[in-house]
């Protein structure tokens, strides 16, 4: 069965300092992967997605992920985070029946100003 | 535009109470829709999703249930709440399966 592992529980940085975290998944087929944001009091949000093509995929507010089909990995980066930028981070990837999406445990990111 | 409601926002229910949440989805047809719970730092966890009125599939089983009745309602329910249903309900659609989600503004459900 597919799974989603997102490496960092919390995340702690400081304004300007580069952000990456980890997200991995198990099902080797054809992928959709996803990331989601949800900033403090609001809903999940859509932050960037990969379907095909260039691997390296840019998303709202400066950020970016990475598809690295050899390492099972989509990594979310951001070169100077704001401290705008707190909030929950979730990975995603459709299940193998390519049914529905299955979320990581999300990697709360607090960036102090 | 389309757009997602769901309601109510928060809701405090004795234990064996009944449980009725409701998600509809404006300007679009025949969406995939999915109800997931968030337990913090345990992410989002599928209950239930429909491609079609009257489709439902469960992923965990539990004592929730779903139900389409129209192309656009989806409704969660219980007939006896538990301790263990407290957590917040989030509803999501999608226009095809493989498309990101666009989320509701969830339920917080606390069973008393």
């Known amino acids: 069965a597919q799974s989603v592992s997102q490496h960092n529980h919390h995340v702690i940085l400081s304004e300007a300092a580069s952000l990456e975290l980890g997200c991995n998944y198990s099902?080797?087929?054809?992928?959709?992967l996803f990331w989601y944001v949800q900033y403090p009091g609001q809903h999940l949000q859509l932050l960037l997605k990969y379907f095909s093509g260039d691997p390296l995929v840019k998303g709202i507010k400066g950020f970016e992920a990475e598809f690295i089909k050899s390492k099972f990995s989509f990594n979310l980066r951001k070169p100077s985070v704001q401290w705008s930028d707190t909030a929950e981070y979730f990975c995603a990837a459709p299940n193998q029946a390519g049914t529905a999406l299955i979320f990581g445990k999300g990697t709360t990111l607090s960036v102090s100003s | 535009s389309q757009t997602i409601h769901q309601w109510p926002a928060t809701l405090v229910q004795p234990v064996g109470s009944p449980l009725s949440l409701e998600c509809t989805v404006e300007?679009?047809?025949?969406?995939?829709l999915y109800w997931y719970r968030q337990a913090a730092g345990r992410g989002l966890q599928l209950l239930f999703y429909s491609v079609g009125i009257g489709q439902i599939s469960s992923e965990v089983p539990q004592n929730l249930s779903a139900s389409r009745p129209q192309d656009r309602q989806f409704i969660l329910s219980s007939k006896k709440l538990l301790l263990s249903d407290s957590g917040f309900y989030l509803c999501a659609w999608s226009e095809n399966r493989g498309d990101g989600y666009t989320f509701g503004s969830g339920t917080r459900l606390t069973v008393v």
């Open positions: 300007g679009t047809s025949n969406p995939n």
């Open positions: 099902y080797g087929g054809t992928v959709n």
